[in-house]
């Protein structure tokens, strides 16, 4: 089986500042992958970004960056220049071997002008 | 636009009555996901098809039931629906079936069942 837990409900971050969104998991793959989906109001899923469980280095894409910690089935996301249109539901999610991707609950992300 | 497409959007009905959820995976995409999103919960996994054979299963309940069908577009039938049932529910696409690939979602069917 495999677990994705989000710890926070919710999270505020100032337009232009940093913010990081948290993540932990579980797996028995020893090759899995790990997933950042965003969700905003208008409720499609979208990916932001995707780190390959081997891959030793952080994957980065623009402003969205994460912080793998293998060893410690950790898998947070930062968010730099928070912009307005970031403001969204973030989930975390996890698939490994032929296993289904499974999601976290969820961080609703608030960006304060 | 991720190319998937879900039908209908939105959708009302009544305790016990029956519906039909309609999916279009993206071009090329062998693999179907289909998901529920209930209120202050996060995705949970129902179903996932794979060039029309069932792959995995989630927590699906008895009443409801899918298929992928030979063009792969998929349809997910809900059955005795109950209040609980109102949710939103997810269809995604993949292009493997192995994990690793992004799925990509369409906008959602926004069930209410009065």
């Known amino acids: 089986a495999q677990t994705v837990t989000q710890s926070q409900p919710e999270m505020s971050v100032q337009e232009a500042e940093t913010v990081t969104l948290s993540c932990t998991y579980d797996?028995?793959?020893?090759?899995?992958?790990l997933f950042w989906y965003k969700q905003p109001p208008s409720r499609q899923m979208i990916l932001v970004i995707r780190?390959?469980?081997?891959?030793?280095q952080n994957a980065t894409e623009n402003r969205f960056s994460v912080n793998f910690q293998k060893a410690a089935k950790s898998f947070s996301l930062k968010i730099s220049d928070s912009q307005l249109g970031d403001a969204a539901m973030y989930f975390c999610?996890?698939?490994?071997?032929?296993?289904?991707?499974?999601f976290g609950i969820g961080t609703k992300l608030q960006v304060i002008p | 636009d991720s190319g998937v497409t879900q039908t209908p959007k939105h959708l009302i009905t009544a305790t016990g009555q029956r519906v039909t959820l309609r999916c279009s995976p993206r071009?090329?995409?062998?693999?179907v996901y289909w998901y529920q999103q209930s209120l202050d919960q996060g995705l949970q996994f129902l179903i996932q098809?794979?060039?029309?054979?069932?792959?995995a299963k989630g927590n699906i309940l008895e009443r409801f039931s899918a298929q992928q069908f030979p063009d792969l577009h998929s349809e997910l039938n809900l059955s005795s629906l109950e209040l609980g049932d109102s949710a939103l529910y997810f269809c995604?696409?993949?292009?493997?079936?192995?994990?690793?690939?992004?799925?990509?979602f369409g906008e959602g069917s926004r069930l209410t069942v009065l």
């Open positions: 780190q390959e469980a081997y891959k030793q």
């Open positions: 999610a996890l698939s490994g071997g032929y296993q289904k991707v499974t």
């Open positions: 071009s090329g995409d062998l693999s």
């Open positions: 797996t028995s793959e020893s090759d899995y992958y």
């Open positions: 995604a696409s993949s292009e493997i079936l192995k994990g690793g690939g992004e799925l990509f």
């Open positions: 098809y794979y060039n029309g054979e069932e792959r």
